[in-house]
């Protein structure tokens, strides 16, 4: 069984002042439309692109997907 964990990967690219768009190119996502999913809860952040998300954001991965 596959579980979604919400993230706090929106309120840490904005605190970081990045939009969506940059983001979703650093992590390397040809568009915002798979990134967007991961931001509003309905697709998983993949642990490899969650550690390239911590680099950027400069945060861990517990300020990532801890709540």
Do not use: V, W
Request: hydrophobic share 35%; charged share 30%; net charge positive.
């Amino acid at each position: 069984m596959n579980t979604i964990h919400k993230t706090n990967i929106r309120e840490l690219r904005e605190a970081k002042g990045l939009k969506q768009i940059e983001m979703a190119k650093l992590l390397g996502y040809e568009s915002t439309a798979k990134y967007s999913e991961i931001e509003n809860g309905q697709r998983g952040l993949p642990i490899r692109r969650a550690k390239e998300a911590a680099k950027i954001l400069g945060c861990t991965l517990d300020d990532i997907f801890l709540t």
